[in-house]
Every structure is written in C-alpha cells, then in structure tokens.
C-alpha cells in the first residue's frame, strides 16, 4: 500500500497569511494527488485534482505544486473560511490512501 | 447539480450487518465508477471500496474484504454497501463518493451516513 504522509498535523495561522502543507508518498505517485478540504461535521470537497488543477469554483489563492513523491498545497492568504482540515489523497493504485490531515487553525 | 444521499446507517451490535444505500441524481450514474469511503470519530478518511459503472469490477480495503459487498442497481441510481460481521471498528461516517475523470479525485460527496457498532 502506498502511505501519504503529511505535515504539519496541525497549523496556527492568521488571516492573511501563506500557508503551506506538505504530503510525501512512500512511492512514485505520477501525477495522482489530490487535495481535499473539511469542515467540521461536512463531507470533504475537492480543491486541487491532478497535482495542481484548481477544482472548478475553487477560489485562486489555492495551488498545488509538486512531482513523483513530494507535493505541497498552498493557501496564499488564508481567509477566514479557510479554517479547515485538509488531506491530501493518492489515487493511482488501489488501496486509495489519504494523508493524515492538517488541521488550520486561527492563531 | 450532482447529489449523493446515503442512508441506512445506525447502531448495531458487533457481529450485525447493515446495509447502506446512496441515492444519486444529476449525472449519469452507470458511467462513473462509485466509491465508499469512511471516517471514524475525530479520525482521517479511509477508503473502503469500489465498483464500476456497470458494477462487473470491485475492489475492497483489507479491513472489509470478505465482510462488506458493494453493489449498484443503475436502474434505480443507487448504490449500496452491504455490511456483515461488523465489527466495533467499523464504527464511523460512511460517504459515497463519485469518482472524477481521469484524475480519479472525488468531484462530488454525499453527506455521509453514520455507523455505530457497539454493545
């Protein structure tokens, strides 16, 4: 099985600031990474496909970047809606894995 | 607008079965692989199983192989998990995900129906 590390597990932040979160497979992954937001209590919506593709109705300040095992999401002013949980998901192989979250808070 | 409904969920003593249905609208459900996918209390997302469009190709996680069935009736648009032999750790919210183009993200979710195993 093909593990999803992220990091950090958990981030403090203000309104305004850039943010990033790190995910790193434990195997080549091509270009099957994708990113996910939560809110407490709702299902998870898709931010960013395919490494970087931004999710139609995704707002702008959301970019992914990255390449074969190491990948990064970005936030790069973070809004107050933006408190989240986020985790990242490789889907070239089955078991379909998930990173185990960043949660964003508000410092 | 694409919508995914889950039902079925409930408490249920270890060793029960539950079955789960989805219910979709707005696409064409027999062209889209379907997923399940559930989070325990206070946990991450783990993915549970598979089923092509026309329901011929699944796949299971380890954990649920040969206790959890997933099936779709494209007639009704809905799909199902069937779940026997569970087990306390199965306890958690259940989604139904449709999954993406060639990506394979999860483009849309339903808002989860919650399966409590206990005694």
């Known amino acids: 099985d093909i593990q999803m590390t992220q990091s950090p597990s958990s981030l403090s932040a203000s309104v305004g600031d850039r943010v990033s979160i790190t995910c790193r497979a434990s195997?080549?992954?091509?270009?099957?990474l994708n990113w996910y937001q939560q809110k407490p209590g709702k299902a998870p919506k898709v931010l960013i496909y395919?490494?970087?593709s931004l999710q139609s109705g995704v707002p702008s300040r959301f970019s992914g970047s990255g390449s074969a095992t190491d990948f990064t999401l970005t936030i790069s002013s973070l809004q107050p809606e933006d408190f989240a949980t986020y985790y990242c998901?490789?889907?070239?192989?089955?078991?379909?894995?998930f990173g185990g979250g960043t949660k964003v808070e508000i410092k | 607008e694409v919508q995914l409904v889950e039902s079925g969920g409930g408490l249920v003593q270890p060793g029960g079965s539950l079955r789960l249905s989805c219910a979709a609208s707005?696409?064409?459900?027999?062209?889209?692989?379907m997923d399940w996918v559930r989070q325990a209390p206070g946990k991450g997302l783990v993915w549970v199983s598979r089923?092509?469009?026309?329901?011929?190709?699944?796949i299971y996680a380890d954990s649920v192989k040969g206790r959890f069935t997933i099936s779709r009736d494209n007639a009704k648009n809905t799909l199902y998990l069937q779940m026997n032999s569970l087990r306390v750790e199965d306890t958690a919210v259940y989604y139904c995900?449709?999954?993406?183009?060639?990506?394979?993200?999860?483009?849309?979710w339903g808002q989860g129906t919650l399966v409590t195993v206990s005694s």
């Open positions: 089923i092509n469009g026309d329901g011929r190709t699944t």
């Open positions: 395919a490494v970087s």
């Open positions: 995900a449709r999954k993406g183009g060639a990506s394979g993200s999860y483009s849309d």
């Open positions: 195997q080549y992954i091509s270009t099957y």
């Open positions: 707005g696409f064409t459900f027999n062209s889209y692989w």
């Open positions: 998901q490789q889907s070239y192989s089955t078991p379909l894995t």
